[in-house]
């Protein structure tokens, strides 16, 4: 519970002048937890304690703890040359702290990750993991990445979902993005376009951009009926 409030606050404070000392007060909360638990899972541990790590890990990464992000890339690249050097539950946090923190070597060795794995949980796992790049130009690398051929023929809805996860740090990006190719990103989905038009898309992207400009595009992108639908989505970000 403290760890998820602070994920919320920190969320709100990215791009504040006080979001360095946040982040620095957030890690000194969580940090002494950490070291009682340590890294890796002792026998018999409780499921409870092996979830908390993932969060702690996740979040004193996220938040910028040295120790933590170094771990996790020396990890990772064991990975790269093993992949049972990590546990599978491990996977996922562990690859989110080195490529939120991702330079372009790292970057692409994930993205290398990405285009070879024949594994569909895992083509999921590295192309969503290249979305929470924090660096502003990977990110345009990952938005293109995200419409490009190299998302394999039976993952056509991953796209729209990629574009969704960029989105959470990267939102006029995603934005632009997402309009100006919303019919290709929509096309999976036809059944249900029109509400993640309406309802969901102000869900994504509300924090980030005018909410006038949100209702512009999805009154011209949805039928007149589900008018009370995008009242609805914007209603609950308002």
Same mark, same amino acid.
């Given at each position: 519970?403290?760890?998820?409030? /602070?994920?919320?606050?920190?969320?709100?404070?990215?791009? *504040?002048? @006080?979001?360095? !000392?946040?982040? $620095?007060? +957030? &890690?000194?909360?969580?940090?002494?937890?950490?070291?009682?638990?340590?890294?890796?899972?002792?026998?018999?541990?409780?499921?409870?304690?092996?979830? /908390?790590?993932?969060?702690?890990?996740?979040?004193?990464? *996220?938040w @910028?703890?040295? !120790?933590?992000? $170094?771990? +996790? &890339?020396?990890?990772?690249?064991?990975?790269?040359?093993?992949?049972?050097?990590?546990?599978?539950?491990?996977?996922?946090?562990?690859?989110?702290?080195?490529?939120?923190?991702?330079?372009?070597?790292?970057?692409?060795?994930?993205?290398?990750?990405?285009?070879?794995?024949?594994?569909?949980?895992?083509?999921?796992?590295?192309?969503?993991?290249?979305?929470?790049?924090?660096?502003?130009?990977?990110?345009?690398?990952?938005?293109?990445?995200?419409?490009?051929?190299d998302?394999?023929?039976?993952?056509?809805?991953?796209?729209?979902?990629?574009?969704?996860?960029?989105?959470?740090?990267?939102?006029?990006?995603?934005?632009?993005?997402?309009?100006?190719?919303?019919?290709?990103?929509?096309?999976?989905?036809?059944?249900?376009?029109?509400l993640?038009?309406a309802?969901?898309?102000?869900?994504?992207?509300?924090?980030?951009?005018?909410?006038?400009?949100?209702?512009?595009?999805?009154?011209?992108?949805?039928?007149?009926?589900?008018?009370?639908v995008?009242?609805?989505?914007?209603g609950?970000?308002?």
């Amino acid at each position: 519970q403290i760890a998820g409030a /602070l994920e919320t606050i920190e969320y709100a404070e990215r791009d *504040t002048p @006080g979001h360095a !000392a946040f982040a $620095a007060y +957030a &890690r000194s909360l969580l940090r002494p937890a950490f070291e009682q638990i340590g890294w890796d899972a002792k026998p018999a541990e409780a499921p409870t304690v092996r979830q /908390l790590r993932r969060v702690l890990i996740g979040d004193l990464g *996220t938040w @910028g703890d040295e !120790a933590v992000i $170094a771990e +996790a &890339r020396r990890r990772f690249s064991a990975f790269v040359a093993d992949h049972s050097a990590i546990a599978p539950d491990d996977r996922g946090v562990i690859l989110s702290v080195v490529a939120r923190h991702a330079d372009e070597p790292a970057f692409e060795q994930i993205h290398a990750l990405a285009r070879e794995t024949r594994d569909a949980s895992e083509v999921q796992r590295f192309f969503s993991a290249l979305m929470e790049v924090a660096d502003p130009g990977l990110a345009v690398r990952a938005a293109k990445i995200a419409l490009s051929g190299d998302i394999p023929p039976q993952a056509n809805a991953l796209p729209l979902n990629l574009i969704f996860e960029l989105a959470r740090d990267h939102q006029p990006l995603a934005w632009a993005t997402f309009t100006a190719n919303s019919e290709k990103l929509l096309a999976p989905e036809p059944m249900f376009a029109p509400l993640i038009a309406a309802q969901y898309m102000p869900q994504v992207f509300w924090s980030g951009v005018p909410l006038a400009e949100v209702e512009t595009w999805a009154r011209a992108h949805v039928p007149a009926q589900m008018s009370p639908v995008v009242d609805r989505g914007l209603g609950d970000q308002s």
